[in-house]
């Protein structure tokens, strides 16, 4: 059974430095927590003499990925848990996410009705809120609040212990994501005269690492460990993960659209809007698999081919939109096996990878159909569970090649 909670209480030295570490972590993967898997909206719950409150204005419940426990799913705007209080003066709290989640939830530590750090915006899956030094004392009682319309999704949360005369965290200038091309990385920290060090090979930064001095220039996948230290006094270790687009096959464009592994793969951590392509192959159910109830016009699954049944990609189709209307499977059930490119946000769906709100999407023509010199249209239906188009007497398979 995992630990719901740990007590490090004793502090790191690395030679005559001290380096913070979490005073305690809240668990919210192991079982003793009792969260419900149905959804509900207010519950307490308590674990290892820690208690929570859930106040949940749309739902909460447990979170599982192949029959484990991932974490608890809560939201959404001013859904709260309020959180115990610590025995010792709360210099940050971290929130950790789970893979996959939505990018979108922003959320903030309040104390009554006061918020008192900044507010994030879920990009990747873990989440640092300084408190303010005004907030810090023990035995305060802080609230993690949902502040927009999504839900938010965590793993764990932990407390860090004020340290006197600890300087301020590095930070970063640019967020941690997916890039497409090279960043230049500057650290800073609030504290004058303190000194950052950092590490570029995951190793946990010290005075021994390289002093930060001109911007890290980053153009592959790595992860920055950094650390402030003034007066042989560390701060906290912070880090940051910076993923580019290498081995992808698309790259988001409408001429070389990702492909349903390549969306697998940024697994949420592109914000923005792209195209992508797949063969439409049902309708989605929750973990990446195809659906096997009737259709549904609210949603498609695409696959990076057209007998695709798992880490299939969900994509919203909105309502009252042309989107809807021409690519939905209960009006249009021939639909199925066609491939397509949808330009839309890449963010969590039914617990996978998706693609949500598109605006435009473009039929691909099967090449060996389309050089077909009339225009007779094309008629399409299943044999043996394959999808066959006939055109001119001709049959060919979703790849546009014949059948013989």
Known sequence: MKKIFSL???????????????????????VGWGFPESNTTTGDHTNGGYTISINATNAYKVMKSGGAITGLLYGKSG??????????????IVVKGINGSSGKVTFNIFVGENEVSTQATSSLVDHEFPIAAESQAAGTIYTI?????????????????????????????????????????????????????????????????????????LSSTTTIK???????????????????????????????????????????????????????????ANGGALSTNDPVASNLALGDA???TENILPVQLPSNSEIRTNLNIVDNPTMVGTQVKIYGSLE?????????????????????????????????????????????????????AVIR
Do not use: H
């Open 8 to 30: 490090l209480a004793a502090v790191l030295f690395a030679g005559s430095m001290m380096a913070q570490t979490p005073q305690v972590t809240l668990d919210f993967t192991d």
């Open 79 to 92: 859904a709260t848990i309020q959180l115990p209080a610590m025995t010792f003066d709360v210099s940050k």
């Open 145 to 217: 609040k949902v502040t927009n319309a999504n839900n938010a999704q965590i793993s764990a949360i932990e407390f860090y212990e004020a340290v006197a005369g600890a300087p301020a965290d590095p930070t970063f200038s640019v967020a941690e994501g997916v890039y497409m091309e090279a960043q230049n990385i500057e650290l800073a920290c609030e504290t004058e005269g303190a000194d950052i060090y950092y590490t570029l090979d995951g190793t946990t930064p010290s005075a021994e690492s390289t002093l930060y001095s001109t911007p890290i220039a």
């Open 226 to 284: 950094a650390v402030a230290i003034k007066d042989n006094i560390s701060s906290g270790i912070v880090s940051a993960t910076y993923t580019f687009l290498e081995g992808f096959v698309g790259n988001g464009t409408e001429a070389n659209p990702f492909t349903v592994a390549d969306v697998y793969t940024l697994n949420n951590g592109l914000s923005g809007n792209y195209w992508v392509i797949g063969y439409i192959v049902g309708c989605a």
């Open 306 to 308: 057209s007998t695709q």
């Open 348 to 400: 969590a769906y039914f617990s996978a990878p998706g693609v949500k709100t598109p605006s435009a999407y473009a039929i691909v023509p099967a090449t060996a159909i389309n050089n077909t010199a009339d225009e007779v249209k094309a008629f399409k239906t299943i044999e043996n569970g394959q999808l066959v188009i006939i055109k001119n007497g001709v049959r060919y398979d979703a790849t546009g």
